[in-house]
């Protein structure tokens, strides 16, 4: 009897299991019944003559053994066939080669099958629970969801989704000023499924521009409604983004629209990303406007193309170089990013007075090679240029030490003294 009651807890614990990961009906029965299957056929080598009835509603099951009747002396497999005399034991009236079917108590086959049944049974739920989270999961991925701070560690934080289903937020997917408590909640959009072995990873991201483009549609109805299209988007996660827009309705101004009246819609999205400043533009398939609006609030003079490159050679007044390539070359970097093409800055010079500037690159016998790269990666590329740049942009924008910065423009002043 304790044997029995043990058995039948089992379906119980399925029963939990199928309230708590909302496993249907179907899938239920059909797991419980392929275990006992499972069991039955590696006692006796075969369950083809077994029926399994499970009784879900009611927390029970049945199983029936069917065996065809032979005379005393022909048995030869007791699983498949009944001698006549046990036959006519259960009922006087059989004849050999009727079929006897028969309930079978599953606790009489002893403790190492209800063993086996539990094992096998939790190795199918195991399975069907993964199976269960990764095809939630994969066509969550790119969408927006909230999950619980559970567990934080070096390289990752551990959430929990309100169904208790365990979700990774890497170290490299997360803002950098990002900061979380055990019980906060986290918004971010799934980035992928990893399914290695059959043992799904649920990868979320705070970083992606997927991320951006998601908070963009829930805070920008017409984004939502297909007014507006989001073409383009380059992040440096936490510091800056660039997000290229287009409507093919010309009464939408797709920019204000983002925006907001005020910045009203962007400030949300700007808080969730760690004040991260957003620069919204008008997309454009002219590559060349697009470089420019890319490259705002710089104010362009003129670019030289070089298509087969993807490279673009763009000439500023001196006092817009600085705009162009932004605190940390930040701006001209994003720009880059969004346009897909590399952007070389360079101060447009006086034509007046080209004759008397020299280029850089002559000063490669006093100055290292490597720091007049370093102040040309900041379109400076000629002495005066160079001169007439302020001291701290230098050092900042070149991120050249003090001293060094100091000795390049006591060489480059003495070559004009000479003069």
Known sequence: MAK???????????????????????TMVSVLEESFRSVIAKMFGTDENYDVIVNPDKGDFEIYRNRVVVEDEELENDNREISLTEARKIDASYEVGEEVTDE????????????????TLASKILELEK????????????????????????????????EGNELLLPKTEQIPSDFY????????????????????KIILSRTSPMFLERLLEQEVPEINDG????????????????????????????????????????????????NENIDVINYTSNIQLFIQRALSPAKVSSIMMHEE????????????VSLAIGMGGMN???ASMLTEYTI?????????????????????????????????????????????????MLIEKADLEEDTVDEVLNILSAEFEEE
Request: with cysteine; hydrophobic share 40%.
């Open 181 to 200: 408590r055990k019980g906060e909640t986290v918004r971010a959009v799934v980035a992928r499924v990893d399914n290695r072995n059959n043992n799904p």
């Open 309 to 320: 490159d993807k490279k673009a050679e763009v000439y500023l007044k001196p006092e817009e």
């Open 344 to 392: 070389d800055v360079y101060r447009e010079l006086d034509e007046n007075v080209d004759d008397e500037d020299i280029y850089l690159d002559e000063f490669k016998d006093e100055i290292d090679e490597w720091v007049i790269n370093a102040i040309k990666s900041i379109g400076l590329d000629t002495a005066k240029a160079v001169l007439n740049a302020p001291r701290e």
């Open 104 to 119: 079978v108590i599953f606790a009489k086959f002893g403790r190492r099958a209800i063993l086996n049944l539990r094992q």
């Open 227 to 274: 007014l507006i299209t989001i073409k383009k988007i380059a992040r440096i996660p936490g510091e800056r983004a660039k997000i290229a827009v287009e409507s093919y309705d010309e009464r939408i101004d797709p920019v204000g629209a983002c925006v907001g009246v005020k910045g009203s819609r962007i400030h949300g999205i700007v808080r969730e990303l760690r």
């Open 4 to 26: 029995k009651e043990e058995t039948i807890s089992l379906i119980d614990t399925f029963s939990e299991f199928k309230d708590t990961k909302n496993i249907d009906r179907t």
């Open 332 to 334: 001209i970097k994003l």
């Open 131 to 162: 199976d269960s989270l990764y095809n939630k999961y994969i066509d969550k991925v790119g969408t927006i969801i909230a999950a619980e701070v559970y567990q934080i560690w070096k390289k990752e934080i551990l959430l929990l989704d309100d």
